[in-house]
């Protein structure tokens, strides 16, 4: 499997080492150098006799055989180490790993939120975090994350960095703005390999910092900065497995087809569920839910794509979907424009000069024959639908899949099984749970494990040097 970038000006073989740009090239390289993202060169087909036999495999089972197309690279028996160390029912609650939760008839819960920080993200960094240990230990190598965060997928990545071998993470959070389900999370981690910042300023102004450190390329190098953002391919084609997983478990037989509904922020989630698509799972609609942040409805339903930016971003009561520019969308718009890079480069050429681009008219045909539907959701939409769902069938949903949910059942088709995928637990969103519902929410006893723990965190000022020589002396 060899991998290109979206803007063709990476060479898809490394002539230094005689050999492709495979996966574990990928893996650590985050961005492409001519800034666009990485991509298989074709997507592995899984055809009738393989489908059958995935339908009998246990979750780490079906992980390997998903995964081993992608990381051919990577020694068999290592990646299934790898994945069955991941997948366990220590990590994720039961052997199921992503239980799924018949609500009635042809509607279904995809559970992706037992992981150790009860999102969805777990489900692909705890992959990553064991990967990357091992691809740093191959190349003798180490690197230091450093990200920011306003509080869910910074503690994603330290739960799956935490106690690797290789690797630090400087984590950036606004001290005092985070809630305190997920402050707890992230300062009382104990390993040493764990760096909490806490910047006295706001969560743009933890951004800031890494933008600008990030921006001085000798001391990126000299520290070995690297990041685990979601534009890594590694991450997507850990979430592929899922969508297997759930077509499986909602249906009998491999003649049926299922949609999908998927709350969306950068467009990973969903758009894991269009690489299961082209892999041959027979996946009816993905149907991709917004909130207020509604970019991409509009991008789906008029093929206008205008990021909204600084004030015209909402905060919203699913706030891990408050999203400006959805970052790995550029993967599915080089699929519909038939992998021709030049167009990405004119496209995203307007985007910088105009704020936005318009997609032509036979290229917007793309989005339906691919199966893709949208639609929105508000903070009203979001407590009604909790309500109802616990009303109606006494489950509990967290603001996230709600808006999932809500779009999902407007699109609901009566023979077709609808898959919402539950992409965190409404433990973590315990304000808008209450304002639902009057409930309080509880912690499952198996995450109470950091409750009596001490609280390790660095406060600094939002000064730009001072974190860099927080690092450097960290290093040292
Ligand atoms: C990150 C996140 C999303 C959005 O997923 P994308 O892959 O960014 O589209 C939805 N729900 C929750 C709870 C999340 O943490």
Known sequence: MRYVSTRGKVEPFDFAHDKPKGFSE?????????????????????????????????????AFAILSKYADDILADDLRSIVNETYTKENFGSEEVAPIKKLEENFYLLDLCQGSTLAFKDMALQFLGRLFEYALEKKKETLNILGATSGDTGSSAEYAMSGRRGMNVFMLSPLGRTSEFQRRQMYTLQDKNIFNVAIRG?????????????????????????????????????????????????????????????????????????????????????????????????????????????????????????????????????????????????????????????????????????????????????????????????????????????????????????????????VKFAATIREATGQETTVPTRFEKFRDLPERFTALDPNTNEIKAFIASALH
């Not at 650590?28 to 150098?33: N, P, S």
């Not at 001391?219 to 592929?240: C, E, M, P, T």
């Not at 424009?337 to 004119?346: M, N, P, T, Y």
């Not at 989005?367 to 909790?386: Q, V």
Request: hydrophobic share 35%; aromatic share 10%.
């Open 26 to 62: 990928i893996l650590l390289e985050g961005l492409a150098a001519d800034g666009g993202l990485y991509v298989p060169e074709a997507y592995p087909q899984v055809y009738a006799d393989e489908l059958t036999a995935m339908r009998r495999m246990t979750y780490p089972e079906l």
């Open 202 to 426: 706001t969560f743009d102004d933890c951004q800031d910092i890494v933008k600008q450190i990030n921006g001085d390329a000798e001391f990126k190098k000299k520290y070995h900065l690297g990041a685990v953002n979601s534009i890594n391919w590694a991450r997507i084609a850990g979430q592929v497995v899922y969508y297997f997983w759930g077509y499986f478990k909602a249906t009998k037989t491999n003649s049926e087809s299922v949609s999908f509904s998927v709350p969306t922020g950068n467009f990973g989630n969903i758009l894991a569920g269009y690489v299961a698509k082209r892999m041959g799972l027979p996946i009816k609609h993905l149907i991709l839910a917004t909130n207020e942040n509604n970019v991409l409805e509009e991008f789906f339903k008029t093929g206008l794509y205008r990021p909204r930016i600084g004030k015209e971003v909402h905060a919203t009561s699913s706030p891990s979907m408050d999203i400006s520019k959805a970052s790995n969308f550029e993967r599915y718009v080089f699929d519909f424009v038939g992998c021709d890079a030049k167009r990405i480069s004119e496209l995203w050429g307007n985007l910088n000069k105009k704020g936005s681009f318009e997609i032509s008219n036979s290229e917007r045909t793309h989005i339906s024959e691919d199966g893709f539907i949208a639609g929105s959701s508000t903070h009203a939409n979001r407590l009604a639908t909790i309500r109802s769902i616990l009303e109606k069938y006494n489950v509990l949903i967290d603001p996230h899949t709600a808006d999932g949910v809500k779009v999902g059942l407007e699109h609901r088709e009566r023979e077709v099984p609808l898959v919402c995928l539950e992409t965190a637990q409404p």
